[in-house]
């Protein structure tokens, strides 16, 4: 009930950057708070980054800060991921997800819906 699209994956090269893209669709964002998390193969799944609804507090995991920002557009229903100086172990599939307010692990939660996700590989 809560479609998301996510964007903007794909190869880049140590150091480079990606920005991802999530798009809403048949409901308004603004309600929820949004995030990102990342699953990378043989790992646990792992939160990236949250912004609560509204003008919400941002949320970095660790290896986010200083490297990775996220903005929201509730009037356009979309929200993206900048990522800066990527690492090769930032490589994963990259998901969008909603819920009532950022949580544990940098969560959205609870987790009400996500996207199927965009591949980022960062290898050279």
């Known amino acids: 009930q809560f479609p998301l699209q996510e964007s903007g994956g794909g190869l880049v090269e140590p150091g480079g950057s990606l920005r991802l893209s999530c798009a809403a669709s048949?409901?308004?964002?603004?309600?929820?708070?949004i995030g990102w998390f990342r699953q990378s193969p043989g790992k646990e799944r792992e939160g990236v980054i949250c912004i609560g609804s509204g003008n919400g507090t941002t949320y970095y995991s660790d290896f986010a800060k200083g490297r990775f920002t996220m903005s929201r557009d509730d009037a356009l229903n979309t929200a993206q991921l900048q990522m800066n100086n990527l690492k090769p172990e930032d490589t994963g599939d990259y998901y969008c997800a909603i819920g009532n307010h950022c949580g544990p692990g940098i969560m959205p939660n609870p987790l009400r819906s996500w996207g199927r996700g965009t591949q980022v590989t960062v290898s050279s």
């Open positions: 048949g409901f308004s964002l603004d309600y929820y708070a």
